[in-house]
């Protein structure tokens, strides 16, 4: 199989379309794997690292319905990231192109319908954004993550795959090492990050709190944060100076699957990528949707899991007044909680997606031989 596979820009996007590249290159070294995605999103430093995998960019960026001067600049370099998607589907020849949504499919997708490839789209989030909506109208296949995102899309076929994750998050169970991370064996751990790029508010609620209370008072729990690469130099500034020893910051967390399993519960955002990680981990959350996300599909994501009882959903507007330490102090004194809100997730589908989605993109392959 020739793979093209086009997404990226935020790890919601590329991680779920690495899980898949990684589940494929496994099955057999003989695939052959292009991956077309921005210069400068988190696949540009994370795809050269596989030798195995073809990486292409393409000058392109998201038509913003915040900024007239955002949608303008998104709108001038469309017609560039077109040419440039053009010459990498001619030159690499896919036999199928895969993409997981974001303005960074639009341009392989459109080739791929011109040229007659076959093209299924991914929509990781339960609302699907502008891109998937336009596409779905069109393309071969659209691949879910939920089943009712199909009463937001019209679409010509459509199949439930749920969303690939991390390999280590779903296969690797080798024992957790909180020391390895800065932080106490006997002391349940609250993992907070904001994605692969950090979230201020996130980091700043906790460290608010921390900084405002006495130095007698006794924390039953302990935190380890993932600031991204740009928050951690003043975060870790501020934590140093804080008279607990319960907080502990990193840059950024190499292997999720082995934080996951030490956590207790985990404070995050609303993405499509994180939303799969809980419910294959079975994580009690604290989820607060990023305000600024397309058709604000972190807080219907962050929705579904706090209806199924999984999770709590705080809007980011009321996070800085929420009582977190309170909250999170009843949660860890008893634990029943957060047992029934671990149980909760059986009752979802847990399965990282990733072998669904291969299987499907090779029938896709062998309909059209067959055609």
């Known amino acids: 199989m020739r793979l093209l596979v086009a997404g990226g820009g935020t790890g919601g996007h590329f991680y779920p ?3 898949v590249m990684k589940k494929l290159h496994k099955e057999s070294k003989e695939h052959k794997i292009c991956y077309i995605g921005t210069g400068r999103g988190l696949e540009a430093r994370i795809a050269p690292q596989y030798d195995w995998l073809e990486f292409k960019t393409i000058t392109i960026r998201g038509l913003s319905r915040q900024s007239l001067t ?3 600049k998104g709108l001038a370099l469309l017609p560039l990231g077109l040419v440039q998607a053009f010459f990498a589907i001619r030159k690499f020849d896919p036999d199928v ?3 997981t949504g974001g303005y960074t499919t639009f341009p392989p997708a459109f080739w791929g319908l011109i040229l007659r490839i076959p093209v299924l789209t991914h929509e990781l989030n339960l609302k699907p954004g502008v891109t998937n909506r336009i596409l779905s109208r069109f393309v071969t296949k659209v691949l879910l993550s939920y089943p009712d995102t199909r009463r937001h899309l019209t ?4 199949k439930v795959t749920g969303t690939p994750v991390r ?3 779903d296969e690797d169970r080798a024992p957790a090492n909180p020391e390895s991370f800065g932080l106490k064996q006997d002391s349940p751990i609250i993992l907070l990050f904001g994605g692969s790029k950090g979230s201020k508010i996130l980091i700043e609620k906790v460290i608010q709190e921390f900084e405002q209370m006495d130095e007698k008072t006794d924390i039953p729990f302990q935190f380890l944060i993932q600031t991204g690469r740009n928050n951690y130099p003043p975060f870790s500034e501020r934590v140093e100076s804080l008279p607990s020893e319960k907080i502990s910051v990193v840059e950024y967390i190499e292997n999720m699957g082995e934080v996951y399993r030490m956590s207790d519960l985990v404070i995050c955002r609303g993405g499509a990528g994180t ?9 009690p959350a604290i989820i607060v949707p990023w305000s600024g996300a397309a058709e604000d ?7 579904y899991l706090e209806q199924k009882g999984a999770a709590f959903l705080v809007e980011e507007t009321e996070w800085l007044d929420y009582p977190l330490v309170e909250t999170l102090t009843d949660l860890l004194s008893s634990r029943d909680k957060l047992r029934e809100m671990s149980e909760s997730y059986s009752y979802m589908d ?4 990733a072998g669904e989605v291969v299987k499907t993109l090779k029938d896709t392959i062998s309909e059209g031989e067959l055609c």
């Not at 939303?275 to 994580?283: G, R």
């Not at 599909?297 to 929705?303: D, T, V």
């Open 17 to 19: 379309a690495l899980a």
């Open 70 to 72: 955002g949608f303008l």
């Open 97 to 99: 192109i895969y993409g």
């Open 155 to 158: 679409v010509r076929d459509s």
């Open 167 to 169: 390999r280590e998050i």
């Open 275 to 283: 939303m799969a990680e809980l419910v294959t981990a079975e994580k």
């Open 297 to 303: 599909h972190q807080y219907y994501n962050g929705k």
């Open 350 to 353: 847990g399965d990282s997606g």
